[in-house]
C-alpha cells in the first residue's frame, strides 16, 4: 500500500453542516477572504512561483480551482461541484504543499504514530527541495514502538530547529495527523498570524 492509498484509508468522513438560518444565514454568506493563504504558502515553500500560483487560484477562486483540479480533488473524495467551506480549503492548503499527489513536497504527513526515520526522511526531503543547509537525520531517539517516539522526535526536531535558525511548523487540520513543515526561524511568527486570521492554527511542538 502507498502513501498515496494510507491517506485515502485514513481521511475522516466530512461532516455535514446544519443549513444556517435568519440571521445566522446572512453571517455565513459573508465571504472570507483566503489571501492569506498566499503568503502563508510563499513562507512555506521559500517562494516557489508555481505554488503561488496555484495556492492564488484557491485564495482567489476556489470554483475556478475545483474546475482546474477536478480530478485530484475527487480522488479526495471532494465533491468537485460544490462550494469549498474553511475546513476543507485548508486541508487542501496543506495537502497540496506536503506533496499529496502534486509535486512539491514542502512539508511531512505523518501519523499520530510515526517512526522517528519516517519523520525524519520526509523532512529531509522537504528540506532539500527548499535547498536549506539543514538536515534532521541526526536526531537520536531511542525507539519504544509508542506515540512517545513521534513527540519525542518532533521535539528533538524542533529543538534542532531552533539551534539552526529554523522554526518546525505544524499546520493543524483536527485529525490524528500531523502536517509539519520547516520554516526560517523569523518568519515563524508571521506563520502563525496569518493563520490565526482564517481562524486557522499553526503552533510548535514545544
Known amino acids: 500500500m502507498g502513501f498515496f492509498d494510507v491517506f485515502k484509508k485514513r481521511k475522516p468522513e466530512m461532516t455535514q453542516v446544519p443549513h444556517a438560518t435568519g440571521e445566522s444565514r446572512a453571517a455565513a454568506a459573508a465571504p472570507i477572504d483566503y489571501s492569506p493563504l498566499i503568503e502563508m504558502a510563499a513562507i512555506i515553500s521559500n517562494g516557489d512561483s508555481k505554488v503561488?500560483?496555484?495556492?492564488?487560484?484557491?485564495?482567489?477562486?476556489?470554483a475556478a480551482f475545483s474546475a482546474q483540479h477536478r480530478e485530484w480533488l475527487a480522488d479526495f473524495g471532494y465533491e468537485t461541484d460544490e462550494a469549498l467551506g474553511p475546513e476543507e480549503i485548508r486541508d487542501i492548503f496543506a495537502y497540496w504543499l506536503v506533496g499529496y499527489e502534486t509535486p512539491?513536497?514542502?512539508?511531512?504527513?505523518?501519523?499520530?504514530?510515526?517512526?522517528?526515520?519516517e519523520i525524519t526522511a520526509q523532512l529531509d526531503a522537504a528540506l532539500e527541495k527548499l535547498g536549506y543547509p539543514l538536515t534532521t537525520a541526526e536526531i537520536a531517539i531511542e525507539e519504544t514502538g509508542t506515540s512517545d517516539d513521534t513527540?519525542?522526535?518532533?521535539?528533538?526536531?524542533?529543538?534542532?530547529?531552533?539551534?539552526?535558525?529554523?522554526?518546525?511548523?505544524?499546520?493543524?487540520?483536527?485529525?490524528?495527523?500531523?502536517?509539519l513543515f520547516i520554516v526560517p526561524a523569523?518568519?515563524?511568527?508571521?506563520?502563525?498570524?496569518?493563520?490565526?486570521?482564517?481562524?486557522?492554527?499553526?503552533?510548535?511542538?514545544?
Open 52 to 62: 503561488a500560483t496555484d495556492i492564488t487560484l484557491l485564495a482567489t477562486d476556489s
Open 104 to 117: 512539491f513536497e514542502y512539508g511531512a504527513y505523518i501519523d499520530w504514530k510515526e517512526a522517528p526515520e
Open 151 to 179: 513527540m519525542a522526535a518532533l521535539s528533538a526536531i524542533s529543538n534542532l530547529c531552533e539551534m539552526s535558525g529554523f522554526a518546525l511548523a505544524i499546520l493543524d487540520t483536527e485529525s490524528d495527523s500531523y502536517h
Open 186 to 206: 523569523e518568519s515563524y511568527g508571521r506563520l502563525v498570524a496569518l493563520a490565526d486570521s482564517l481562524d486557522y492554527r499553526v503552533y510548535s511542538a514545544d
